[in-house]
């Protein structure tokens, strides 16, 4: 089993910049890929940028191309959300995800959730 915890979310102006932090437990930290994924108001959940267990193999949404960056760090057993240049259509709750074993793609499966954090951006 692993547990996620989001936090580093909040409200913040369009421009701005915020990260995330998803801190993991039950498992070492390069048994499992990555992700961050986002779900709007009304909207289903989407992919916004995965990793690999080693932080080689990253992927990102073509909305957050240039502007997010996913990172992680094992020895912490944390990933990260550099989130830059804000638009008000990122306002979302975001999802960190975890995949065991996985190669960090995001149509894998993602089995492990944690329980989100809000993200809003004022225009």
């Known amino acids: 089993q692993v547990q996620l915890v989001e936090s580093g979310g909040g409200l913040v102006q369009a421009g701005g910049s915020l990260r995330l932090s998803c801190a993991a437990s039950?498992?070492?930290?390069?048994?499992?890929?990555m992700g961050w994924f986002r779900q709007a108001p009304g909207k289903e959940r989407v992919f916004v940028a995965t990793?690999?267990?080693?932080?080689?193999?990253?992927y990102y949404a073509d909305s957050v191309k240039g502007r997010f960056t996913i990172s992680r760090d094992n020895a912490k057993n944390t990933v990260y959300l550099q989130m830059n240049s804000l638009k008000p259509e990122d306002t979302a709750v975001y999802y960190c995800?975890?995949?065991?074993?996985?190669?960090?793609?995001?149509?894998?499966?993602?089995?492990?959730w944690g329980q989100g954090t809000q993200v809003t951006v004022s225009s």
């Open positions: 995800a975890a995949d065991l074993y996985g190669s960090g793609a995001p149509t894998r499966p993602y089995n492990y």
């Open positions: 990793i690999g267990r080693f932080g080689i193999n990253k």
């Open positions: 039950g498992r070492t930290s390069d048994t499992y890929a």
